[in-house]
Antibody
Framework: DVQLVESGGGLVQPGGSLTLSCSVS????????MHWVRQAPGKGLEYVAA???????FHGDSARGRFTISRDTSKNSLFLQMTSLRPEDTAIYYC?????????WGQGTLVTVSS | DIVMTQSPDSLAVSLGERATINCKSS????????????LAWYQQKAGQPPKLLLY???ARHSGVPDRFSGSGSETDFTLTISSLQAEDVAVYFC?????????FGQGTKLEIK
């Protein structure tokens, strides 16, 4: 069964750091493009970062310079290292599979940035 | 970045009636090499992650009822629910996958009238 399970969210102070994990089962992540998408409370979907099959990464404007997407193929897991967190980073962060369209989404992990 | 704009922002339709949501992109999503439109639609119910409904603008994902259909090309697209059911209450998003970053529309909230 194909499944994406995020973890690592929580409450963090402004300026703090957090690393999100996405444990993948049912397929091999190096055979697909993987993404992080976030959704602020009551808001729309924002593309955060991606890593393609060959390991090349892309970071969206809101993430560039502060967040880093990576993967561990031995653990079949995806990560998002987040630093210099701001209140506007408060959101549910979804791990997503999709070489083109996004066909599998995790349940998400909530990150709250507040003092 | 490609900007995706949906209309309306919210919509109330009676059960059994047709619901139509529009999506406009700032650039053409039609690939001349594949002759396909790189446009997907997602449904997000309250408290759940989004789910893929349609891709290539009109292809239904596995398990999606045939009352959901998509149309359009290049920059103008439409999601139609032919006969609204109670379980269709959700927010609907369009997304382009023609280029990176994969941008989304702002969402359309669909409710029962």
């Amino acid at each position: 069964d194909v499944q994406l399970v995020e973890s690592g969210g929580g409450l963090v102070q402004p300026g703090g750091s957090l690393t999100l994990s996405c444990s993948v089962s049912g397929f091999v992540i190096s055979n697909d493009n993987m993404h992080w998408v976030r959704q602020a409370p009551g808001k729309g979907l924002e593309y955060v970062a991606a890593i393609d099959k060959s390991g090349i990464t892309f970071h969206g404007d809101s993430a560039r310079g502060r967040f880093t997407i990576s993967r561990d193929t031995s653990k079949n897991s995806l990560f998002l290292q987040m630093t210099s967190l701001r209140p506007e980073d408060t959101a549910i962060y979804y791990c997503v599979r999709g070489s083109l369209y996004f066909d599998i989404w995790g349940q998400g992990t909530l990150v709250t940035v507040s003092s | 970045d490609i900007v995706m704009t949906q209309s309306p922002d919210s919509l109330a339709v009676s059960l059994g009636e047709r619901a139509t949501i529009n999506c406009k992109s700032s650039q053409s999503l039609l690939s001349r090499s594949t002759n396909k439109n790189y446009l997907a639609w997602y449904q997000q119910k309250a408290g759940q992650p989004p789910k893929l409904l349609l891709y290539w603008a009109s292809a239904r994902h596995s398990g999606v009822p045939d009352r959901f259909s998509g149309s359009g090309s290049e920059t103008d697209f439409t999601l139609t629910i032919s006969s609204l059911q109670a379980e269709d209450v959700a927010v609907y998003f369009c997304q382009q996958y023609h280029s990176t970053p994969r941008t989304f529309g702002q969402g359309t909230k669909l409710e029962i009238k």
